[in-house]
């Protein structure tokens, strides 16, 4: 479609918006964190010499760790979430035009827009010692005060976080299969659950993957949920990130830190994408 002139007018005042708050923070934030950091300040100064000590921190065992808990975790309840969110956007969409279909999309948007501090407090107050899911902690032999339990809370935070996001992301892919395809298949003498994995599941990929990336990139930005449930010992790089701006003021390592995470994320997005795009290409 050709861009008029009047059409380009209209598209001034979205990409100066554009421009002020996001690629100018965003220049700020790259800016910063190649600026060398003196104990006492806040932030660098204005003279502050250029340096890469900031990234090379980074190649330490410590920060490792940080990272691979947080890109760890966050696809462990990836994956949890989108085998949960499936069955329920599947349910969803399948229903008639109707009240149960619209109570059921505004329960998942409401759940959306549930505050993250009651989702948080909900999760830690079901698996506490009050809770009636305590008995599952206590299955699988996690104390109130080991490291997976810790993890096992934060993993159920997220969870509940992002499931009605995938739901509702998922519900537009399988309204637009058809369902005498599933017929058709056990027509053929196939079994109802392998019709569904056969037609349903692989026509779903494409909401499957964006459902996934959207998820994984909140779940690896959480600050929240492992605050809150990882009780100071199980630490997200958003919360590390927090700590370094918030509370030492030491700015240039919060911003080579969030630089860090920009990247790795738009890294893992990048290959997906591209890994699922080869994989359909091939099928």
Not at 39 to 62: E, M, Q, V
Not at 247 to 260: D, L, T, W
Request: hydrophobic share 55%.
């Amino acid at each position: 479609m050709k861009l008029t002139g009047r059409a380009a007018l209209l598209l001034i005042p979205s990409a100066l918006l554009f421009v002020f708050l996001l690629v100018l923070p965003l220049v700020n934030v790259i800016d910063e964190s190649f600026k060398e950091f003196i104990p006492g300040r806040i932030g660098s100064a204005k003279d502050a010499p250029y340096t890469l000590a900031n990234y090379l921190d980074f190649f330490s065992p410590a920060y490792a760790g940080l990272f691979l808990d947080t890109f760890r975790l966050g696809l462990i309840a990836c994956v949890v979430a989108l085998a949960v969110s499936f069955p329920i956007a599947y349910y969803t969409a399948r229903q008639p035009a109707g009240l149960k279909r619209k109570l059921a999309i505004g329960f998942l948007v409401c759940m959306m827009f549930l505050s993250a501090l009651v989702r948080v407090y909900s999760i830690e107050l079901t698996f506490g010692p009050l809770g009636f899911l305590k008995q599952i902690s206590a299955l699988f032999g996690f104390t109130p005060n080991s490291r997976a339990y810790l993890e096992m809370l934060t993993i159920s935070g997220l969870v509940h976080v992002i499931i009605p996001m995938s739901a509702l992301i998922l519900i537009g892919t399988i309204q637009n299969i058809n369902p005498r395809l599933v017929e058709a298949g056990q027509a053929l003498g196939a079994p109802r659950w392998k019709a569904h994995l056969s037609i349903t599941v692989p026509l779903s990929a494409p909401g499957i993957l964006s459902a996934f990336l959207i998820s994984y990139t909140l779940c690896i930005s959480a600050f929240v949920v492992p605050l809150i449930l990882g009780k100071g010992r199980l630490l997200f790089i958003s919360n590390l990130i927090y700590s370094r701006f918030s509370e030492v003021a030491n700015y240039p390592s919060g911003a080579a830190m969030s630089m860090v995470l920009l990247v790795i994320s738009l890294l893992i997005i990048y290959g997906v994408s591209r890994f699922a795009t080869f994989y359909w290409k091939t099928e």
